[in-house]
């Protein structure tokens, strides 16, 4: 099945402890992107991945780093987490860019509070 | 600032009845308008989309308004249904993706 799965789905950390979310996609998708989803606001993209070792800003960067070593996996870190990064977390594949064109294949979504 | 302006924030409809969600973009370079659709506990998943060379698009009960002159685009929902009960985002592209702030449609049996 053609799928985006993230880890882990829900988590629950204190502030200033590291934490990574995984995110990998069975499509052999190029473009990969990190999206937060807030009450009022909306999916807001923090970082995507053009391919395999490029990536660039979102609109909600700070805070956050990603890398992309291979095709397949996407991690979103948070190097030291605050308690205004609690938020539900997605992570989305396309097969091109510009993504809009092609639809987005959205995982089911990471609950993280940071208390 | 949010790109794409999407009301109302959330709508109860009967079922049989008509949902629609309205969106609003200012930046004419966007050229491509797909809605996602949300279930509780699920990722977003991409319901129906419309370029802006036409005016209308329906899939099902589903249907997209496109006004390219006064930049607004509608999606409509007849007959609603209880399964049609989630939270349905806006988009708008351009070089990338931009999402309105979403609708949570509860439909009542």
């Known amino acids: 099945e053609a799928q985006v799965t993230q880890n882990p789905r829900y988590l629950i950390t204190v502030t200033g402890k590291k934490l990574t979310v995984t995110c990998s996609q069975n499509m052999n998708h190029e473009y990969m992107s990190w999206y937060r989803q807030d009450p009022g606001l909306g999916l807001r993209q923090i970082y995507y991945s053009m391919n395999v070792e490029v990536t660039d800003k979102g609109d909600v960067p700070e805070g956050y780093k990603v890398s992309r070593k291979e095709k397949r996996n996407f991690p979103l870190i948070l190097e030291s987490p605050s ?13 091109g860019s510009p993504v809009g064109n092609y639809g987005y294949t959205f995982g089911s979504g990471t609950r993280l509070t940071v208390v | 600032q949010q790109q794409v302006k999407q009301s109302p924030q959330s709508l109860i409809v009967q079922k049989g009845g008509i949902s629609i969600i309205n969106c609003a973009y200012e930046n004419t370079a966007f050229d491509y308008f797909p809605w ?24 099902g009960r589903f249907t997209i308004s496109f006004n390219k002159s006064a930049k607004q685009f509608s999606l409509h929902i007849m007959d609603s249904q209880p399964g049609d009960s989630a939270t349905y985002f806006c988009a708008a592209s351009g070089y990338k993706l931009s999402f309105g702030a979403g609708t949570t449609v509860t439909v009542r049996a």
């Open chain 1, 83 to 95: 308690p205004n990064q609690t938020s539900l977390y997605f992570c989305a594949s396309s097969s």
């Open chain 2, 36 to 59: 996602y659709q949300q279930f509780p506990g699920k990722g977003p998943a991409l319901l129906i989309a419309i370029r802006p060379d036409v005016s209308e698009k329906k899939e």
